[in-house]
């Protein structure tokens, strides 16, 4: 009975669930000062470092909703009264609280309403992955249609596209290189390639992980491949960045061929090695408890950063090589405590986080 659950739970995805959140708020506690230092400084390179090493949050979650998502038959009137419309609820909320934060900041008057009712429609930056996700949700049905009468070789084929006319033709555009290389990437772009693959490429990818797998025999090159893949999307964004004399870090972005090693290496390490391990009842519940407050994790910590930099307290405080991790702990443990309190209103709670 008890691995029953553990299987419907999937503790596993928990577990990533939560490492993901937490390199989202790595990323966003290294890049406080990251637009404004000189890219010549230690300092500069320091928040960099941690920035490019933390940039597989966002593709991870894309991943684990594909693999439940497009796994599960989940009917239409479900998926809109449940999972849509609570994402939206969600958004209108944090982009309604971070507006009228941003409002209050800047004393705005009675004849600056319109501005300000723009500030609450558009929400802080981190939130886009909300509308994303939403449309990405939105063609659940036609998806999971898809993948369940697929052959095996048909996803391969579309996974195919997404990585050689988005990853590859993304990371080539990144680098800057000759002016012939850059023409044919852009070429390829008018295509509008994106409409297609876009993060629907990592949805689907993370059903085909958890779907079929990835030979064995490759485990060991994937899991290999971190390490040069880290220092790559350092090290290139250090160059690039010194080339250009501004921050640059469209390399290690989301559709970057080194974060796209690193994100595959994660999944795949979770879904085959951690989804073996029996987990006691204990460390379920603490995973379980963990992964409860990650969504209110992302809401919360951008508006907790801003907060406590307005006070003062940042990731320079103390030499940020130290300062940025420990700022990023502080913030997660304290939205993390925030979004399980929240959740637990009555009612309203899961419409808040």
Known sequence: MEAVSQNKRMVHYDLLRIVAAFSVVMLHSAGQKWYILPVTSREWQIANAWDALFRFGVPIFVMISGAIFLNRDIGMKRLYSHNIFRLLVIYGIWSAAYGLYDCRMRNLGAAEWKEAVKEMLSGRYHLWFLPMIIAVYMLVPILRSWVKNAEKRNLQYFLLLFFFLK???????SLNTSYIVRYA???????????ACSYIGYFVWGYYIARYGIPEKWHKSIYAGVIPAALLNVLLDRYLSLKAGVP????????????FVIVTALFLFFTNVMGKVNYSPPAVRIIRWLSDGTFGVYVMHVGLLEILEARGIDSMMIPNIIGIPLLAVGCYAACTVAAVCLRRIPVIGKYLC
């Open 167 to 173: 990853i590859g033709i993304f990371t080539i555009s």
């Open 185 to 195: 990437a852009d070429t390829v772009n008018i295509m509008e390639i994106g409409m």
């Open 248 to 259: 640059a870090g469209e390399i290690y972005d989301s559709y970057g061929v080194f974060t």
